[in-house]
């Protein structure tokens, strides 16, 4: 999983250097001088978590009312929080590099990314089946983030992108460990 991880982030930063076949009016131009202190690795991070971090979302929010269990519901609950504060900083930071509003990676199907055939495959069940199906899935979600996070603090240059894959990283080692304490 590790090797997809990096051929993906290999495609996403050609991608975003205009390695594509985007007609030249929808490749976004340069941006600024607060944009150049982000560099490709920074830039594809921040566009893929935005996407991973937003899909996930649905799938935690059928938690409530699906779960059976206080243990995947206090899980849950803490991985949307999470979430919903790194997702502020990753548009925060989409802003600031002047990323286009469209979001390439929105809809993708890869490890780790929640689809939207999951949540209606979710929203059919409930207690024990809803619970071992969610846990897998955000199980997934955060190990494919922390391994996207570890890229970026190998390869990442802006300050602020770096730090949020530490914080990321550690958000995803605690959740991750009361997952398989659950298991």
């Given at each position: 999983?590790?090797?997809?991880?990096?051929?993906?982030?290999?495609?996403?930063?050609?991608?975003?250097?205009?390695?594509?076949?985007?007609?030249?009016?929808?490749?976004?131009?340069?941006?600024?001088?607060?944009?150049?202190?982000?560099?490709?690795?920074?830039?594809?991070?921040?566009?893929?978590?935005?996407?991973?971090?937003?899909?996930?979302?649905?799938?935690?929010?059928?938690?409530?009312?699906?779960?059976?269990?206080?243990?995947?519901?206090?899980?849950a609950l803490q991985v949307?929080?999470?979430?919903?504060?790194?997702?502020?900083?990753?548009?925060?930071?989409?802003?600031?590099?002047?990323?286009?509003?469209?979001?390439?990676?929105?809809?993708?199907?890869?490890?780790?990314?929640?689809?939207?055939?999951?949540?209606?495959?979710?929203?059919?069940?409930?207690?024990?089946?809803?619970?071992?199906?969610?846990?897998?899935?955000?199980?997934?979600?955060?190990?494919?983030?922390?391994?996207?996070?570890?890229?970026?603090?190998?390869?990442?240059?802006?300050?602020?992108?770096?730090?949020?894959?530490?914080?990321?990283?550690?958000?995803?080692?605690?959740?991750?460990?009361?997952?398989?304490?659950?298991?």
């Amino acid at each position: 999983m590790k090797l997809f991880a990096r051929v993906l982030l290999v495609g996403l930063l050609l991608g975003l250097a205009g390695c594509n076949n985007a007609p030249p009016e929808q490749i976004p131009s340069p941006v600024a001088t607060a944009a150049s202190q982000f560099g490709g690795t920074d830039l594809a991070w921040i566009e893929i978590n935005i996407a991973m971090d937003e899909q996930l979302l649905p799938l935690l929010d059928l938690v409530p009312q699906r779960s059976g269990s206080p243990d995947v519901q206090a899980v849950a609950l803490q991985v949307k929080a999470f979430t919903e504060a790194e997702l502020s900083t990753l548009r925060a930071l989409h802003d600031q590099a002047g990323l286009p509003a469209v979001n390439p990676h929105e809809g993708m199907e890869m490890p780790g990314m929640v689809t939207p055939q999951q949540v209606t495959d979710a929203q059919a069940l409930t207690g024990k089946n809803f619970d071992s199906t969610v846990l897998k899935a955000i199980q997934a979600h955060l190990e494919q983030s922390q391994n996207l996070a570890g890229s970026e603090d190998k390869s990442g240059v802006e300050p602020q992108t770096r730090a949020l894959a530490l914080q990321v990283l550690r958000t995803r080692d605690a959740a991750l460990s009361t997952i398989k304490s659950l298991s």
